[in-house]
């Protein structure tokens, strides 16, 4: 008899993932039936009909995450194709992969993108993508843009860097932002989620990942939507890495 969480994981999963979620459910009856159950009703069931977060905001997530682990293309091609469902444009979903290249190498972003480009031909959509050339000043706008995330971050990187690496602190400045983050079609608030999942399920750079809670509330999300996000993550990566983001997450809430 199938459990009252098992109903609100089933037409959750619908909702989001469509077809492409029952297909994954169904191919596992053959071998493992109760790990399908589990996605049905723990996955979908207990996290992702948590509130706090809107479904294209766990999407982003997700996308952002499963690009980041590099280890899950069947299961990033479904989500890509759950991110669609649920509101996010193509451009958006371009955005998020390349800004993958920064957090996690042009490998894992090229794979991403090799994976849109194939749920853009099954779903025949219409995209005619438009290069956004970057500034000619590039430095000056990864400036601009690392002070409004959090003022004085670039002396910082700059102290610590500088002394062994100074050309770093400039590629960091002129290409991670001047480049990547300030590229049109993706709100801050959404580029801070996706960073925020990435470095939460990579579990190597608690540094890095304090300061992009801290820039997520500077451009606008709350402490119950980073948190949620990090709650999400715990499927895609495990408890482990969810619990320590979660860690730095709370010093940094109390650090504020």
Known sequence: ME??????????????????GEAVVESLNEIA?????????????????RTGTSLKQKEVAVVAALTAMGNAAPQLKVHVNGAINVGCSI??????????????????AINGITILKEVIKERDIKFNPVSQNSDENRFKTGTKWLEKLEEGHIQELKEKLDPIAPDLVNY??????????????LEASFRQIAT??????KGTAQTQLAFHVKAGLSVGLTKKEIIETMILMNVYAGFPAAINGL????DVFKEL
């Open 3 to 20: 459990s009252e969480k098992y109903k609100i994981g089933w037409k959750k999963l619908k909702e989001v993932d469509g077809s492409a």
């Open 33 to 49: 039936p109760d790990l399908g159950k589990y996605i049905i009703e723990y996955e979908f069931g207990d996290v992702y009909s």
């Open 91 to 108: 451009e958006e979903l371009v955005e998020i992969m390349i800004q993958m290249s920064v957090y996690c190498g042009f490998p894992a």
């Open 172 to 185: 960091i400045i002129g290409h991670a932002y001047g480049s990547v983050y300030s590229r049109k079609n």
């Open 196 to 201: 925020i999942s990435a470095l939460t399920v």
């Open 247 to 250: 860690n730095v997450a709370k």
